[in-house]
C-alpha cells in the first residue's frame, strides 16, 4: 500500500527528485513517524556538485551582485508568503514550542536573506593608489568573487536559521550551493528549496540534499573534490572529521562548534535579572543552542539565595507540546539524544553531583511517554575536572558553582577545550570590560544573551570553531579576493 505521508525529495539542478534509499522522519513529541526521507548516495551528491559547477559557468556566475540581493529578498518575500508553513515544518520536527518558532526560527530566516542582500549591495572591494620607481601613479584594486561550489552543512538544533544563516551569504557572493541538512529536520530545509524554486533562480545555483552524515550524504558531499569550500554547524567531533577531508585539496572551511559555555554573576548584579537570564541561557530550546550556558559560577555571597532562586524558576518552566498556552520547554530532538543526556545525568551522580532538580524524565501518562523528555536540571558540587563540568551535554542543565575572586573565576571560565562564549551579570560596567578581555571565547553577553546583531562576528575559539560569520565577516569566507594592480 502507498504510504500517506509526506516524502521529502532531494533539490538538484533546479528539480525535485526522489531516490531509492529512505530514512524516516520522527517526531520528538510522541515518537511518531511523520515522514519519509529520500537518502543521497554518492550518485545524488555528484548530479548536486555538477550542476552547482554548470550554474558557476552560466547565468548565475556572470550574475551582478545587485542582481543576487533581488534574488535574496524574493527568497525572504517567499518564506514569508509561506511563514506558518515554516512554522509547522520546523515545530513538527523540532517539536519546540509554536511561539520560539514564529519569532526565533521563521523570522530569523526571512532576515538572514533580507540582511545579506542589503551588506552585498554594499560591500565594496578595496582601493590603494602607490607610486611606481618609474614615477607613475600606480592603483590597486580588489575583486569579490565567488569560491565556486559551497557545501553547507548544518545540524538540528535551530534547523532553518542556521542554514539561512550559512545559505543566503553563500548565494549574496555567487556562490553555487550545495546544502545537507541535518537527517532529524529535513522538513523546513525542503520548504526552503521550494521557496528558492519559487524566487527563480537558475538551476543549479542552489541544491538541497538529503541524509546522514558518515557513509552517507555529508561524508561524500565534504569529500567531492568539486567543492570549493565548505561551511559546517554541529559537533566538534564532525568538525574535526570534515577538515580531515578538505585536507585533501587545500579547501577553505568555516566551523561553528560546539560549546560548553559560562555565565557568570557578581554579587552585583541585579539579582532577580540574572536569574531570568540564566534559566533563559541554560534552557531555552531544552538547552539546545551551541550558546547555552551549562557552567554558571555565582560569586560567593549571593550562591546559596541564587540556586534557591534558580531552583523555583526551572521548577516553574512548563513543558508541554508546541501548541500548548504558555508551554516554556519542548523535548529534545530524539530519542537517541535523550539517552546521551540521561548518561550524563547517572554520570553526574557517579561523579559527586548534587541534583538540586530534575535529572529525570517527565511522565504524562499519554502518548508523550513515547517522545524524547526530560526534566531541567540543576546540578551543584562537581569538582572543576569532572567529564559533567567539561564535557558538552546539550541539553536542559547546568552546573552551579560559587567563586570568590576574578582571577579564580576567569581561570576557571577559560579552562575549558571549548570557548563559544559567555555571559556576565554584573552592575560593574569596568569590571564587565575588565573580565570580558580576559575570557577565552568568540563572544561575551553583559547583562543578557543570545542578542545579535547580524553584522557582529560570531564564532568561537579552540573546539569551538574555525572563523568568524556574521555580517562583512560571512561575505569574506563567501568570497575570494582578486588583487588588480594596475600601472596606466
Ligand atoms: P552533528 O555534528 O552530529 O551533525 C551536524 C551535521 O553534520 C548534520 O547534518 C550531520 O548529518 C552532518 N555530519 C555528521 N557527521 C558527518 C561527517 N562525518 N561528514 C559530513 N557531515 C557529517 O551535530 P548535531 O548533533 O546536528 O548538532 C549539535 C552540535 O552542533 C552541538 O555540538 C552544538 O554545540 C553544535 N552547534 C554549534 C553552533 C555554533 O554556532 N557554534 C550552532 C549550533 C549547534
Same mark, same amino acid.
Given at each position: 500500500?502507498?504510504?500517506?505521508?509526506?516524502?521529502?525529495?532531494?533539490?538538484?539542478?533546479? /528539480?525535485?527528485?526522489?531516490?531509492?534509499?529512505?530514512?524516516?522522519?520522527?517526531?520528538?513529541?510522541?515518537?511518531?513517524?511523520?515522514?519519509?526521507?529520500?537518502?543521497?548516495?554518492?550518485?545524488?551528491i555528484?548530479?548536486?556538485?555538477?550542476?552547482? &559547477?554548470?550554474?558557476?559557468?552560466?547565468?548565475?556566475?556572470r550574475?551582478?551582485?545587485?542582481?543576487?540581493?533581488?534574488?535574496?529578498?524574493? *527568497?525572504?518575500?517567499?518564506?514569508?508568503?509561506?511563514?506558518e /508553513?515554516?512554522?509547522?515544518?520546523?515545530v513538527?520536527?523540532?517539536?519546540?514550542?509554536?511561539?520560539?518558532?514564529?519569532?526565533?526560527?521563521?523570522?530569523r530566516?526571512? &532576515?538572514?536573506?533580507?540582511?545579506?542582500?542589503?551588506?552585498?549591495?554594499?560591500?565594496g572591494?578595496?582601493?590603494?593608489?602607490?607610486?611606481?620607481?618609474?614615477?607613475?601613479?600606480?592603483?590597486?584594486?580588489?575583486l569579490?568573487?565567488?569560491?565556486?561550489?559551497?557545501?553547507?552543512?548544518?545540524?538540528?538544533?535551530?534547523?532553518?536559521?542556521?542554514?539561512?544563516?550559512?545559505?543566503?551569504?553563500?548565494?549574496?557572493?555567487g556562490?553555487?550551493?550545495?546544502?545537507?541538512?541535518?537527517?532529524?529536520t529535513?522538513?523546513?530545509?525542503t520548504?526552503?528549496?521550494?521557496? *528558492?524554486?519559487?524566487?527563480?533562480?537558475?538551476a543549479?545555483?542552489?541544491?538541497?540534499?538529503?541524509?546522514?552524515?558518515?557513509?552517507s550524504?555529508?561524508?561524500?558531499?565534504?569529500?567531492?573534490?568539486?567543492v570549493?569550500?565548505?561551511?559546517?554547524?554541529?559537533?566538534?567531533?564532525?568538525?574535526?572529521?570534515?577538515?580531515?577531508?578538505?585536507?585533501?585539496?587545500?579547501?577553505?572551511?568555516?566551523?561553528?562548534?560546539? %560549546?560548553?559555555?559560562?555565565?557568570?554573576?557578581?554579587?552585583?548584579?541585579?539579582?532577580?535579572?540574572?536569574?531570568?537570564?540564566v534559566?533563559?541561557s541554560?534552557?531555552?530550546?531544552?538547552?539546545?543552542?551551541?550558546?547555552?550556558?551549562?557552567?554558571?559560577?555565582v560569586?560567593?555571597?549571593?550562591?546559596?539565595? +541564587?540556586?534557591?532562586?534558580?531552583?523555583?524558576?526551572?521548577?516553574?518552566?512548563?513543558?508541554?507540546?508546541?501548541?500548548?498556552?504558555?508551554?516554556?520547554?519542548?523535548?529534545? *530532538?530524539?530519542?537517541?539524544?535523550?539517552?546521551?543526556?540521561?548518561?550524563?545525568?547517572?554520570?553526574?551522580? %557517579?561523579?559527586?553531583?548534587?541534583?538540586?532538580?530534575?535529572?529525570?524524565?517527565?511522565?504524562?501518562?499519554?502518548?508523550?511517554? %513515547?517522545?524524547?523528555?526530560?526534566?531541567?536540571?540543576?546540578?551543584?558540587?562537581?569538582?572543576?575536572?569532572?567529564?559533567?563540568?567539561?564535557?558538552?551535554v546539550?541539553?536542559?542543565?547546568?552546573?552551579?558553582?560559587?567563586f570568590?575572586?576574578?582571577? /579564580?573565576?576567569?581561570?576557571?571560565?577559560?579552562?575549558?577545550?571549548? %570557548?563559544?562564549?559567555?555571559?556576565?551579570?554584573?552592575?560593574?560596567?569596568?569590571?564587565?570590560?575588565?573580565?570580558?578581555?580576559?575570557?577565552?571565547?568568540?563572544?561575551?553577553?553583559?547583562?543578557t544573551?543570545?542578542?545579535?546583531?547580524?553584522?557582529?562576528? +560570531?564564532?568561537?575559539?579552540?573546539?569551538?570553531?574555525?572563523?568568524?560569520?556574521?555580517?562583512?565577516?560571512?561575505?569574506?569566507?563567501?568570497? /575570494?579576493?582578486?588583487?588588480?594592480?594596475?600601472?596606466?
Open positions: 500500500m502507498p504510504s500517506s505521508l509526506p516524502l521529502l525529495r532531494h533539490y538538484i539542478d533546479g /528539480e525535485f527528485v526522489a531516490s531509492a534509499k529512505r530514512f524516516s522522519n520522527i517526531s520528538p513529541v510522541d515518537g511518531s513517524v511523520i515522514g519519509e526521507v529520500c537518502e543521497a548516495g554518492q550518485d545524488e555528484d548530479r548536486a556538485v555538477a550542476a552547482a &559547477q554548470a550554474a558557476q559557468a552560466g547565468a548565475w556566475g550574475s551582478s551582485a545587485n542582481e543576487r540581493a533581488d534574488a535574496l529578498l524574493r *527568497i525572504a518575500a517567499a518564506i514569508e508568503r509561506r511563514f /508553513e515554516f512554522v509547522a515544518a520546523e513538527a520536527d523540532t517539536g519546540r514550542p509554536l511561539k520560539q518558532a514564529r519569532t526565533l526560527d521563521v523570522a530566516g526571512v &532576515q538572514n536573506f533580507r540582511s545579506f542582500a542589503e551588506l552585498v549591495r554594499q560591500a572591494g578595496e582601493f590603494h593608489e602607490m607610486r611606481a620607481l618609474d614615477g607613475n601613479d600606480v592603483f590597486s584594486y580588489t569579490r568573487k565567488p569560491h565556486g561550489v559551497v557545501a553547507v552543512i548544518s545540524p538540528w538544533n535551530l534547523p532553518l536559521l542556521l542554514l539561512t544563516w550559512k545559505v543566503a551569504p553563500a548565494l549574496a557572493c556562490n553555487s550551493v550545495v546544502a545537507k541538512p541535518s537527517e532529524e529535513p522538513s523546513s530545509a520548504l526552503l528549496a521550494e521557496v *528558492i524554486h519559487e524566487a527563480g533562480l537558475p543549479g545555483a542552489f541544491n538541497l540534499v538529503h541524509g546522514f552524515g558518515p557513509g550524504a555529508g561524508e561524500f558531499l565534504t569529500r567531492h573534490p568539486e570549493d569550500a565548505i561551511t559546517f554547524t554541529g559537533e566538534s567531533r564532525t568538525g574535526e572529521t570534515i577538515m580531515r577531508a578538505a585536507a585533501t585539496g587545500v579547501r577553505e572551511v568555516s566551523f561553528e562548534l560546539g %560549546g560548553k559555555n559560562a555565565a557568570v554573576v557578581l554579587a552585583d548584579a541585579d539579582f532577580d535579572k540574572a536569574v531570568a537570564g534559566l533563559r541554560s534552557f531555552t530550546n531544552s538547552g539546545q543552542v551551541c550558546l547555552c550556558s551549562e557552567r554558571v559560577y560569586e560567593r555571597p549571593i550562591f546559596e539565595r +541564587f540556586v534557591t532562586a534558580l531552583k523555583a524558576g526551572a521548577e516553574k518552566l512548563k513543558i508541554g507540546c508546541p501548541d500548548e498556552e504558555g508551554v516554556d520547554m519542548g523535548p529534545l *530532538i530524539s530519542r537517541a539524544h535523550r539517552d546521551k543526556v540521561l548518561d550524563y545525568f547517572a554520570l553526574a551522580r %557517579g561523579e559527586g553531583a548534587s541534583f538540586v532538580t530534575g535529572g529525570g524524565v517527565p511522565r504524562f501518562g499519554d502518548a508523550r511517554d %513515547g517522545g524524547a523528555w526530560v526534566q531541567p536540571t540543576i546540578w551543584t558540587g562537581l569538582a572543576d575536572d569532572a567529564r559533567c563540568v567539561r564535557e558538552e546539550f541539553g536542559p542543565v547546568c552546573h552551579v558553582a560559587p570568590d575572586a576574578d582571577d /579564580e573565576v576567569v581561570r576557571r571560565v577559560n579552562d575549558s577545550d571549548y %570557548g563559544l562564549c559567555a555571559a556576565l551579570w554584573t552592575r560593574d560596567l569596568g569590571r564587565a570590560h575588565a573580565l570580558s578581555r580576559r575570557f577565552r571565547v568568540g563572544m561575551v553577553w553583559v547583562n544573551w543570545f542578542l545579535r546583531d547580524l553584522r557582529t562576528p +560570531f564564532g568561537g575559539v579552540g573546539l569551538s570553531g574555525i572563523g568568524r560569520e556574521g555580517g562583512r565577516h560571512s561575505l569574506d569566507f563567501y568570497s /575570494e579576493l582578486t588583487t588588480v594592480c594596475v600601472n596606466p
